[in-house]
């Protein structure tokens, strides 16, 4: 995948540049201070030349492509002056039996989806699903061609160069390793939850908490975001506060994770109860007792130790 920005107005950044993935591994940068491809991997030098010459026509294309969107947006979309952000995220795929895919683009305005349209290679035509800019003859010719003859094949042979170069990193499968935690709210005397998945490889995850074998609904639950280890795996946190009151009724709450490298789902139960709340259980009312006791008879023991030996003497 290729994500390209074309920024309108005064900023600190490049008025152009493309972030180039395999998968969630970046591998290469291009920007219009150098218009040079800058290599984020171990990139065979051999193939130096070619992905700049490459980049150069594809890269060059889409910026004129997102200048003329903005052309397109002043005249048209009566657009304020200001900073304007023009993004594009293109890529291709390769299917199971190493057949080469679709080639797939969206395009955005302002963080707003404006345009989406997928080059089809058995067809040789471009699918627009929601156009928003007119296209003459000319211009589908002109796509068509491009798609075709250098979108297409371009974007394939990079992939399958940099799918050999780095399938130790992304075809990896790591599991998840499960912790699950409680916290006390001393505010409100309420509990906290969280059930944490980490070191897991790809990204990918489905992580739910129950309440009563019943998902809990998203706007009681914190967190939930996908976020990077320092070792290129992943972790996801979901938490959930459970007040005072709902302690005292008993409920059960469990967490169920599926992963791609799980054989079947990932269930585990809470211990949660009412030694969780604020207030001191039976169980630590007996601890401080049974401790009070000891310290009660070791300081009789050592006063009557002392008055024996008082007397002996």
């Not at 052309?71 to 200001?82: A, E």
């Not at 489905?206 to 975001?225: A, C, K, S, Y």
């Amino acid at each position: 995948m290729a994500l390209a920005t074309y920024i309108v107005g005064q900023t600190p950044f490049p008025e152009f540049s493309v972030v180039v993935m395999l998968d969630d591994l970046q591998i290469m940068y291009y920007d219009s201070t150098t218009w040079k491809v800058v290599h984020r991997t171990n990139s065979d030098s051999k193939y130096y030349d070619e992905e700049q010459s490459d980049a150069g026509v594809i890269f060059q294309d889409v910026y004129n492509g997102l200048k003329t969107r903005d052309f397109y947006v002043i005249k048209h979309l009566n657009h304020t002056d200001g900073v304007h952000v023009y993004q594009r995220l293109a890529g291709c795929e390769l299917l199971n039996d190493d057949k080469p895919g679709p080639i797939h683009f969206w395009d955005a305005v302002d963080s707003q989806k404006m345009e989406e349209f997928t080059y089809v290679l058995e067809k040789n035509v471009i699918q627009v699903k929601k156009p928003w800019m007119p296209w003459d003859q000319v211009e589908q010719l002109r796509l068509n061609f491009l798609k075709e003859n250098v979108y297409h094949p371009v974007c394939i042979k990079v992939l399958r160069r940099y799918l050999n170069m780095e399938k130790n990193n992304v075809m990896r499968k790591v599991k998840p390793r499960v912790r699950l935690m409680k916290k006390t709210l001393t505010d409100s005397r309420g509990l906290q939850i969280s059930c944490l998945a980490t070191g897991f490889y790809p990204r990918h995850i489905n992580l739910t908490l129950f309440r009563d074998d019943q998902p809990v609904d998203d706007d009681q639950i914190t967190g939930g975001e996908i976020l990077p280890n320092g070792d290129g795996s992943y972790q996801m946190r979901k938490s959930l506060v459970i007040s005072a009151e709902e302690q005292c009724e008993r409920h059960k709450y469990s967490c169920t994770m599926k992963h791609l490298n799980l054989d079947n789902k990932l269930d585990i139960t809470f211990d949660v109860d009412e030694s969780d709340s604020g207030s001191f259980s039976l169980s630590a009312v007996i601890s401080v007792l049974v401790l009070m006791c000891v310290a009660v008879l070791f300081i009789t023991a050592l006063i009557i130790w002392r008055k024996k030996r008082c007397s002996a003497g």
